[in-house]
C-alpha cells in the first residue's frame, strides 16, 4: 500500500501546515524592516523583480513544449536543515503582516509559507500588473523566526512553499490557501477550512504508484482595491503531465471558483483524475461500529452528491472500509458532483476545538460538455482525523494523447450546501444501520437493518396515511420487512428494510421514495462492508 502511505505522509502535513496558516495569523508581528536592492523593484510588501511580458497563451505554449521534454525531478536544497522545521517549529514561523504583498492597497493581500519539513520544494510566484509580471522576492527578514534559532542557518534565497490570501480586518485570517503540491483550499462560508481540492490526479489507487504533480509556478494577478475576486495562473509539473490553470476566486458568502486549465500528458497513465476533490470521513452516524471516539461524528464531509447527466439526484453516504474501494459512477455530461458535509448541527459533533459543523462543503459544476466517463470515489481505511482518506473526481472515458492538449472547465463552489438544490424531490438526512429483525424475537446473524430519513421537496405536504413506497434493490441477498412511515412529529419520511446476504463481499443497495409514479425523493445508493457486532 505504497500509494496509501504516500499519500497520507503528504495530505497528514497539509492539514497540519494548514491548520497553523488558519491560527497564526492571530499573532503575526506588526512591524518590518525592507531594503532595497539594485535592479529591483521596491514595495511596502516583499520586493519584486525585473518586469517580464506574461501572456496566458504563452505560458500553454511553453507547458507544450515541456510535456516533450523529459522529466527532472527538483532536488530540495537545505534539506537537512528543513526537515527540523517539524509542526511545533512550524508553528513559531510567522510571515509578518505588514510585509504582505499588496498590504493597504488592496482587500486581499497576500502572505507567503516557509518551507519546512512536509513542503521542501520552493514555488515561484510572480506579481501580475496588465502585461507584466515581477517576480516576488524571497527575503527571511519577511518572516518572524520566533526561538527556532533557524534565522541564520537558511539560505538567504531559499523560496516560498506557497500563499494565501487574507481577510481585511484585525486579526488577520486567511481564506484561500495554495500550498503542497497541486493543492488548494479555502475557508468556506464559515471561516473554516476543511477538505481540499487539487488540480489534477495521476494513478490514484491504481497498480501503478500515485503521482502528486505540483503547481511550480504561480501568476497573482494585482486585483482593484475593492474588488472581491482575485485571479491566480500556475503551472502544473510532474512525471506524467505538464498543465497550465487558471483560477478566478470570489470571496462572498462562501468562495466560489472559476478554473480553466489546459494540460498535456508526457506518458500514458492508468487513471486520470479532473477537477479531484480530497476529503476525511472517520465516522458519523452510518458506521459508529468503527468508532473509537468519545464525539458522536468526526469527518470532514459525509457524502458524495451527483447530478447527473439525465438530471437524478444520488447521495452516496461515505464509508471508511477495511480495505481500499473504489466505485465508479458512470455518466454522460454530468451536471455536477461534490463531497458534501450534511450534518451542520454542533451536536452532531460536540466538537469545539476544529469545529466539523463548520466545515465546507465542495461541489463542482462542469462547464460545457464533458462526454462521457464517470464520477470515481474512493474510499481509503483510516483509524483517525488526520488522514484525509476520501477522494472524488471525474474520470473522462476518452483519454487524451500523449502531447495532445485537454482543456476542461468547472466552477468550485466552497459553499455551506449544495449550490443549485432539487426543489421537487426530498433528500436524504441520515443513514442508520442496526440488527435485523424484531425487538424481542431471536436476530438472525445474516439480517442488518437500515433506516434512511428523507426530508424536503413534496414530503412535508404528505399526511401519514399516504401509500409512499421505497423502491429498494440490492446487488445481492434478499430485502425483507420493508416498510415506509411519516416519523411522528416531523416532515421526515423513514425508510426501513432488512437485508439478507451471506459471505463479506460488498453489498450495493439504491433505494428511493415514490407515490404511485411520481418520484419523491434523491436516490439514496450505498455501499454495505458486511461486519458484525459484538454480540453477534
Given at each position: 500500500m505504497s500509494m496509501t502511505l504516500?499519500?497520507?505522509?503528504?495530505?497528514?502535513?497539509?492539514?497540519?501546515?494548514?491548520?497553523?496558516?488558519?491560527?497564526?495569523?492571530?499573532?503575526?508581528?506588526?512591524?518590518?524592516?525592507?531594503?532595497?536592492?539594485?535592479?529591483?523593484?521596491?514595495?511596502?510588501?516583499?520586493?519584486?523583480?525585473?518586469?517580464?511580458?506574461?501572456?496566458?497563451?504563452?505560458?500553454?505554449?511553453?507547458?507544450?513544449?515541456?510535456?516533450?521534454?523529459?522529466?527532472?525531478?527538483?532536488?530540495?536544497?537545505?534539506?537537512?536543515?528543513?526537515?527540523?522545521?517539524?509542526?511545533?517549529?512550524?508553528?513559531?514561523?510567522?510571515?509578518?503582516?505588514?510585509?504582505?504583498?499588496?498590504?493597504?492597497?488592496?482587500?486581499?493581500?497576500?502572505?507567503?509559507?516557509?518551507?519546512?519539513?512536509?513542503?521542501?520544494?520552493?514555488?515561484?510566484?510572480?506579481?501580475?500588473?496588465?502585461?507584466?509580471?515581477?517576480?516576488?522576492?524571497?527575503?527571511?527578514s519577511l518572516f518572524d523566526y520566533g526561538n527556532t534559532g533557524l534565522a541564520d542557518k537558511l539560505p538567504d534565497d531559499l523560496g516560498f512553499a506557497g500563499f494565501r490570501y487574507m481577510n481585511p480586518g484585525e486579526p488577520p485570517t486567511d481564506w484561500l490557501v495554495f500550498l503542497g503540491a497541486a493543492y488548494f483550499r479555502t475557508a468556506g462560508p464559515f471561516g473554516q477550512y476543511g477538505l481540499s481540492a487539487r488540480g489534477i490526479a495521476i494513478n490514484t489507487a491504481t497498480d501503478a504508484r500515485e503521482e502528486f504533480p505540483r503547481f511550480s509556478e504561480f501568476w497573482l494577478e494585482k486585483p482593484a482595491a475593492d474588488s472581491r475576486e482575485v485571479t491566480i495562473h500556475a503551472l502544473l509539473e510532474g512525471r506524467s503531465v505538464v498543465g497550465v490553470y487558471s483560477f478566478k476566486a470570489r470571496n462572498e458568502n462562501g468562495v466560489v471558483m472559476d478554473v480553466d486549465s489546459t494540460i498535456f500528458l508526457r506518458r500514458e497513465v492508468e487513471r486520470l483524475g479532473i477537477a479531484p476533490l480530497t476529503s476525511m470521513f472517520w465516522f458519523s452516524e452510518t458506521n459508529r461500529q468503527v468508532a473509537t471516539d468519545w464525539r458522536p461524528e468526526i469527518h470532514d464531509s459525509d457524502g458524495l452528491s451527483l447530478w447527473t447527466g439525465a438530471g437524478e439526484r444520488i447521495w452516496r453516504p461515505l464509508n471508511n472500509p477495511k480495505r481500499l474501494q473504489v466505485n465508479a459512477f458512470v455518466d454522460q455530461n454530468p451536471r455536477g458532483f461534490g463531497l458534501m458535509q450534511r450534518d451542520r448541527d454542533f451536536r452532531d459533533y460536540e466538537d469545539d476545538g476544529v469545529f466539523y459543523d463548520r466545515r465546507p462543503s465542495l461541489w463542482v459544476e462542469p462547464v460545457g460538455e464533458w462526454g462521457e466517463g464517470a464520477v470515481e470515489l474512493i474510499e481509503i481505511p483510516t483509524d483517525d482525523e488526520i488522514h484525509d482518506n476520501i477522494v472524488a473526481f471525474w474520470r473522462p472515458k476518452a483519454m487524451p494523447k500523449v502531447g495532445q492538449p485537454l482543456s476542461m472547465s468547472y466552477k468550485l463552489y466552497w459553499v455551506a450546501d449544495q449550490p443549485f438544490p432539487a426543489k421537487d424531490v426530498g433528500r436524504v438526512l441520515a443513514t442508520r444501520m442496526g440488527r435485523g429483525g424484531v425487538p424481542g424475537q431471536p436476530r438472525p446473524k445474516d439480517l442488518r437493518k437500515f433506516v434512511i430519513d428523507f426530508a424536503g421537496g413534496p414530503l412535508p405536504n404528505l399526511d401519514k396515511g399516504t401509500p409512499v413506497e421505497a423502491v429498494v434493490a440490492a446487488s445481492r441477498g434478499e430485502i425483507v420487512n420493508k416498510y415506509c412511515l411519516r416519523v411522528v412529529g416531523t416532515d421526515r419520511w423513514r425508510a426501513v428494510f432488512d437485508l439478507k446476504a451471506d459471505g463479506s463481499d460488498p453489498v450495493d443497495l439504491r433505494l428511493y421514495l415514490r407515490l404511485g409514479e411520481k418520484t419523491l425523493t434523491e436516490t439514496w445508493l450505498y455501499q454495505y462492508l458486511p461486519f458484525t457486532y459484538p454480540s453477534e
Open positions: 504516500s499519500r497520507r505522509a503528504l495530505l497528514a502535513g497539509s492539514a497540519a501546515v494548514t491548520f497553523v496558516s488558519t491560527l497564526a495569523g492571530r499573532s503575526l508581528a506588526q512591524s518590518a524592516t525592507s531594503g532595497t536592492t539594485s535592479g529591483t523593484v521596491q514595495t511596502a510588501g516583499p520586493r519584486l523583480g525585473d518586469p517580464v511580458p506574461f501572456d496566458r497563451s504563452a505560458l500553454v505554449d511553453r507547458a507544450r513544449a515541456l510535456a516533450g521534454e523529459a522529466y527532472e525531478a527538483p532536488e530540495p536544497r537545505a534539506a537537512e536543515a528543513l526537515d527540523k522545521i517539524d509542526y511545533d517549529a512550524y508553528n513559531e514561523l510567522k510571515y509578518k503582516a505588514s510585509r504582505a504583498l499588496w498590504q493597504g492597497e488592496v482587500r486581499y493581500p497576500v502572505q507567503f509559507f516557509h518551507l519546512g519539513r512536509y513542503f521542501k520544494l520552493p514555488v515561484t510566484v510572480y506579481e501580475v500588473e496588465g502585461a507584466v509580471a515581477r517576480k516576488v522576492l524571497y527575503d527571511p
